[in-house]
């Protein structure tokens, strides 16, 4: 295994952090807390995270802290038997490179929309949703020079390694995003309906609590937000030090995410109607930018650092699901950390422009299959498929493969017996079937 400088613990919970407050986070956290009652959602969400998102975060830990290896060489020195077999589950590693594409071209919109805010953005709903379907659809440049700056900036970090790349940046843009967060919650707490936002994200409903659909909704947020399934969690602490406490540190990292889920509710719902919670990718592209615009220079300030913040959390997240892959490939294909990170960076160009030319109305016709479009497709069997699977496979793998006596010598140090004994019964039984409930319920 190439050996790289480690992260500091404070390196390691900013990066998993970061990884974890990508654009499901600060975007569609808002919107699902919209959609599922305000409060009620936020409880139940913080209460799946706590109970089952940590456990299965720290199953997949697991595996990187007790091998110090890649995801596909993790799984194959701590199978006891069937070694080559069982480490064919390693593919899930390729689900993060998977949807580094489709994600950067969304980071590339957000970034787009940055710079609009420096001249005119829209001033009403109806030429803002125009605006927003012209991007996507007609303006291939300006989609393509967002998509390429995001691109760079990820593919540098990364080329720099775990230490003097993914840590720095992290360490300069997590405490960035909170400023920028405070900065525009203080904004909307004086010009705001900052009230009603407190009031719907705050007061008690506990009469949707244990409304299913609120439930199995709150459950796939969870484990997509933490960056389940795809070998970010395994690949991140492979590079922890031994001073780094695993459990202690899941916590942290799903505080500051909640956290800024929150932050971003109270934004959104200081400017927007609760009621426009449901238009998806309008209520950041065309409610809130129409909002933006219609406000003057004033408008034009918030609007930027508002984008900026989604592009901190994209770029976060971007960087922590290309890791993965390049250091599959430098442990598996035997090649140094730029060779790696160029076979990376070559699949994520093409790709991106697929997903791309697949919006762009000229040859949108020619990347459509099975009604949907490339972009759309990708995200639908990485997001709802084999990222879901990738955990299930994680759990049961590290629940029922692992010798529990292994478990126990990794594990001893860092939660006490008795927590340790329920950890191992939440992801050998708990933890699949509410994974199985919410797969379930996706293809419903």
Sequence with gaps: MHKEAHFSRVGYILAMAGSAIGLGTAWKFPTMVGLGGGFAFILVYLVLCLAIGAAAFLAEALLGRATRRDTVGAIYELAPSA??????????????????????????????????CM???????????????????NNIFGVS?????????????????VKKGIEKLNLVLMPSLFILLIALVTYSAIFGNFAG????LFTPDLSKVLDADLLLKALGLAMFSMSLGMGTVCT??????????????????????????ILMGLVVFSFIPIENASEGPGLIFVS?????????????????????????????????????????????????RPKAVAYCAVFIFVVGFICILSYYKPSAEVFTFFGKSFF?????????????????????FVGWVVP?????????????????????????????AAIISVGVYNFL
């Design 197 to 200: 936002a407190a009031s719907f």
């Design 288 to 336: 809130l930018a129409s909002l933006f615009g219609s406000m003057g220079v004033a408008g034009q300030i918030i609007g930027f650092a508002f984008f900026m913040a989604l592009i901190f959390a994209g770029i976060t997240s971007a960087i922590s699901i290309i890791e993965p892959t390049a250091l599959f490939l430098m442990n598996n294909a035997k090649v140094e």
């Design 376 to 396: 759309d497709l990708l995200d639908y069997i990485t997001s709802i498929i084999l990222m879901p699977l990738g955990a299930l496979f994680f759990c049961v």
């Design 119 to 137: 001249s005119q953005l829209p001033t009403d709903p109806v030429s803002a949703k125009e605006a927003f379907g012209y991007l996507a659809s």
């Design 236 to 261: 991140y602490a492979a590079n922890t030090d031994k001073f780094t406490n695993l459990f202690s540190s899941v916590f942290y990292i799903i505080v500051l995410n909640t956290m800024v889920g």
């Design 83 to 116: 070694k080559r077999a069982w480490s064919i589950g390693g593919f899930f590693v390729f689900v993060s490179i998977m949807i580094v594409p489709f994600y950067l071209v969304v980071v590339g919109w957000i970034f787009y929309y940055a710079m609009l």
């Design 145 to 161: 020079m967002g998509f390429l700056i995001v691109f760079a900036l990820s593919i540098y970090t990364i080329l720099k390694g």
């Design 404 to 432: 529990k006596s292994t478990l126990a010598e990794n594990l001893k140090h860092q939660m006490p017996k008795g927590v340790f004994e329920i950890w191992v019964w939440v992801i050998r039984i708990i933890v699949p």
